[in-house]
């Protein structure tokens, strides 16, 4: 007769150690085994007999997918033999050790496995004897990719850098503007209980077939699609117009768990993401699978709506900036900030020398091949201009290096271009560095030279003379030559940062460098912007006409007072202040804006006592609120290794000081955890702090 199989092992922890697996929780309860593809594992079988090493047969069946087919890779069966050595690169098993009726067999999972669930059926059956047994493993079995091995394609060789973009469970995401950036720090948790499960949920509704998830650039094309939920009901539902009411805002957010948590409970999309929490859940799914990941915020966006490789400004004949061409042909923008990802990979799908970093982006902004998701872009071809090559590199390129092309409406109503500023955009892109977070901008790392070259250099002139020849419409724009005499010198004052409830100044200076009497028209204004650069509200606006005599020069400055912007300011609190000039005589054309952001309160905490192990600790925040109106609506939000919480708290009175709330904690483990909280309201967002404590035994 057959063997009988009384019982398996698939030695979790101990497999998990060797697979760089160990850290992930779902291994703690034994149901879920977790593998890296191009390593083998270790599998325990207890028969109901010694196996006959003549007469026996034993085979591993492993499956996955709804039709399991060996053809296409989402099925093998291995018979399992006695020898000494496994082949690396296929499927393959042996005996490793036998004790009695216990035996432990060697599974060699191949490099190019798909990445998924799968299953494991032990067939046993003995020579001359019809029929086969069938054991069915009941744990889940999950194989990611490996980055540790050198024929994964998502291969890494550098231990500190996979310590950081697989492992590292904690990280910034990058905000604010390339004059201050800001890192605020974010919670991955891509070894969280619901984060495995909940990925497989997102890929089966995006239909990838189980054939196409051995490959990372297919994956990593569907994981930029499946993170927003415009197409296929993704994780994170979009929003930019304020209103949150009915979810949570994109603020609130400082960590993925309660994102994932929340989408594996409801199977809804979780309401609200913008493009930092979109950048910061792909970094949880991309390391939680095996595919290193990193953040990346470019300052200075372009976000080109008509593949122009231009970003268009038009400002009509009253001297006012618009936000879109009137006639609604496109709708350029440049966002202040811009957060996407960069994941590791070779790409045998390309010519050699393509390999490395590629750009995805989650965030739902424009459609590809009729779906909104973005890359993998590879950032090689991003900086040479070789934007024919791999997938949405043209729109990459152009959020790094796009021309502002800038249009001016003449009295009889026709629109031409009178005037381009060259590498308008990508003023800054930087990325968390390897290590441990640190405060202010120590850890950031800059990253804008592998994304494009030094402006004006041979090596920039060649990648925009290419990019330029792959596209029809940027080469009619660039065929337009320019013709201007351009002899006012203008100026305008950068405004490094306020505190909320100063005032401000809008200053420009002026200077007729020419023999002759310039007319000259100003116009100054301050918006309130979203960080995505649209105007959310006007807060003022000052014209001026002045003649200016041969070589002289005058300085023009109009005052903004806290009442004129207070309860105009978006989350971020951005401010951009915009010069227009327009000379008479020759026809000059000028115009430069500023952002800047508002500073809002600090956030203030205090510890009640040394943090011990088991032990509790009171947590005290505290700030001042700058505003007039009251805070409605107010939550504390504190994220760290083992704490998630979200504190609903009162109401915060007009210019009320030192507001304050007690949170008591309890510590685990000793160590040095890193700790977020985060205040948000309905009228103030967005107050944060991040410390490092030291918790003793």
């Given at each position: 007769m057959a063997l009988d199989v009384i019982s398996t092992h698939l030695y979790h922890m101990e497999n998990a150690v060797e697979h760089h697996a160990d850290r992930f929780e779902s291994l703690q309860d034994g149901s879920t085994a977790i593998f890296r593809r191009g390593q083998p594992f270790y599998f325990g079988i207890k028969f109901n007999r010694p196996v006959d090493k003549i007469k026996d047969i034993v085979r591993i069946v492993l499956v996955t997918g709804p039709a399991p087919a060996p053809a296409k890779g989402t099925s093998t069966a291995l018979i399992v033999k006695d020898k000494e050595d496994l082949v690396e690169d296929k499927w393959d098993a042996r005996f490793s050790n036998f004790t009695g009726s216990t035996v432990t067999v060697q599974v060699q999972i191949p490099p190019y496995a798909p990445v998924s669930v799968w299953k494991i059926i032990v067939h046993t059956a003995r020579k001359g004897v019809a029929g086969v047994k069938q054991h069915r493993v009941e744990t889940e079995v999950y194989i990611l990719f490996n980055p540790w091995c050198p024929n994964d394609t998502v291969y890494m060789d550098d231990e500190i850098k996979l310590n950081e973009y697989v492992l590292n469970d904690d990280g910034k995401v990058w905000q604010g503007t390339y004059k201050e950036p800001k890192g605020y720090q974010w919670f991955f948790g891509q070894f969280e209980a619901v984060v495995l499960p909940s990925i497989m949920m997102l890929l089966d509704r995006a239909s990838l077939s189980h054939q196409d998830r051995a490959d990372p650039v297919k994956m990593s094309r569907t994981i930029s699609a499946i993170t927003n939920a415009v197409d296929d009901y993704g994780l994170v539902e979009g929003k930019w117009d304020g209103s949150f009411e009915d979810g949570t805002s994109p603020f609130a957010w400082i960590s993925s768990t309660p994102i994932f948590d929340e989408f594996y409970n409801t199977q809804q999309p979780v309401k609200y993401g913008q493009c930092w929490v979109f950048s910061g859940v792909i970094v949880t799914i991309c390391r939680a699978l095996g595919i290193?990941?990193?953040?990346?915020?470019?300052?200075?966006?372009?976000?080109?709506?008509?593949?122009?490789?231009?970003?268009?400004?038009?400002?009509?004949?009253?001297?006012?900036?618009?936000?879109?061409?009137?006639?609604?042909?496109?709708?350029?923008?440049?966002?202040?900030?811009?957060?996407?990802?960069?994941?590791?990979?070779?790409?045998?799908?390309?010519?050699?020398?393509?390999?490395?970093?590629?750009?995805?982006?989650?965030?739902?902004?424009?459609?590809?091949?009729?779906?909104?998701?973005?890359?993998?872009?590879?950032?090689?071809?991003?900086?040479?201009?070789?934007?024919?090559?791999?997938?949405?590199?043209?729109?990459?390129?152009?959020?790094?290096?796009?021309?502002?092309?800038?249009?001016?409406?003449?009295?009889?109503?026709?629109?031409?271009?009178?005037?381009?500023?060259?590498?308008?955009?990508?003023?800054?892109?930087?990325?968390?560095?390897?290590?441990?977070?640190?405060?202010?901008?120590?850890?950031?790392?800059?990253?804008?030279?592998?994304?494009?070259?030094?402006?004006?250099?041979?090596?920039?002139?060649?990648?925009?003379?290419?990019?330029?020849?792959?596209?029809?419409?940027?080469?009619?724009?660039?065929?337009?030559?320019?013709?201007?005499?351009?002899?006012?010198?203008?100026?305008?004052?950068?405004?490094?940062?306020?505190?909320?409830?100063?005032?401000?100044?809008?200053?420009?200076?002026?200077?007729?460098?020419?023999?002759?009497?310039?007319?000259?028209?100003?116009?100054?204004?301050?918006?309130?912007?979203?960080?995505?650069?649209?105007?959310?509200?006007?807060?003022?606006?000052?014209?001026?006409?002045?003649?200016?005599?041969?070589?002289?020069?005058?300085?023009?400055?109009?005052?903004?007072?806290?009442?004129?912007?207070?309860?105009?300011?978006?989350?971020?609190?951005?401010?951009?202040?915009?010069?227009?000039?327009?000379?008479?005589?020759?026809?000059?054309?000028?115009?430069?804006?500023?952002?800047?952001?508002?500073?809002?309160?600090?956030?203030?905490?205090?510890?009640?006592?040394?943090?011990?192990?088991?032990?509790?600790?009171?947590?005290?925040?505290?700030?001042?609120?700058?505003?007039?109106?009251?805070?409605?609506?107010?939550?504390?939000?504190?994220?760290?290794?083992?704490?998630?919480?979200?504190?609903?708290?009162?109401?915060?009175?007009?210019?009320?000081?030192?507001?304050?709330?007690?949170?008591?904690?309890?510590?685990e483990k000793e160590g040095q955890p890193t700790v977020t909280v985060s205040f948000n309201s309905k009228q103030l967002t967005d107050i944060k702090k991040t410390i490092t404590t030291t918790v003793q035994l």
């Open positions: 290193p990941c990193r953040s990346v915020t470019n300052y200075i966006s372009a976000h080109d709506t008509n593949t122009s490789l231009t970003i268009d400004m038009y400002i009509d004949i009253a001297g006012e900036k618009l936000d879109s061409h009137p006639g609604s042909y496109t709708n350029d923008s440049c966002w202040n900030f811009h957060v996407w990802n960069d994941v590791w990979m070779d790409r045998p799908d390309l010519s050699k020398g393509y390999g490395g970093w590629q750009s995805i982006d989650g965030t739902p902004q424009e459609t590809s091949d009729s779906m909104y998701r973005c890359g993998p872009a590879p950032v090689e071809a991003v900086k040479r201009g070789e934007v024919n090559i791999g997938y949405d590199t043209t729109f990459v390129y152009t959020e790094v290096r796009a021309d502002m092309c800038v249009f001016k409406e003449s009295e009889d109503g026709y629109w031409s271009r009178v005037k381009t500023l060259p590498n308008y955009v990508g003023k800054l892109i930087v990325t968390k560095k390897i290590g441990e977070i640190l405060p202010g901008t120590d850890d950031m790392e800059d990253i804008t030279d592998i994304y494009k070259n030094p402006f004006d250099s041979p090596e920039d002139k060649m990648a925009v003379k290419k990019a330029i020849k792959m596209v029809p419409i940027a080469q009619q724009i660039y065929d337009v030559e320019e013709s201007q005499i351009e002899d006012v010198e203008l100026k305008l004052f950068d405004i490094e940062q306020i505190t909320l409830g100063e005032s401000f100044k809008i200053a420009i200076s002026l200077h007729n460098t020419s023999t002759e009497q310039r007319t000259i028209s100003v116009v100054l204004s301050a918006l309130s912007i979203l960080y995505t650069g649209t105007t959310i509200n006007k807060v003022k606006r000052s014209q001026a006409n002045i003649v200016l005599n041969p070589n002289q020069s005058e300085n023009i400055h109009v005052y903004v007072k806290p009442s004129e912007y207070m309860d105009k300011l978006s989350a971020h609190s951005l401010i951009r202040i915009t010069a227009v000039v327009n000379v008479q005589e020759t026809g000059q054309l000028w115009s430069q804006d500023d952002d800047f952001a508002v500073q809002k309160p600090e956030l203030n905490i205090e510890l009640s006592s040394e943090p011990r192990v088991d032990e509790p600790c009171v947590a005290t925040f505290s700030f001042n609120n700058p505003l007039s109106v009251a805070l409605t609506e107010c939550t504390f939000s504190i994220e760290g290794p083992a704490i998630h919480r979200v504190i609903k708290f009162r109401n915060v009175l007009p210019n009320e000081k030192n507001v304050t709330h007690k949170e008591m904690f309890k510590p």
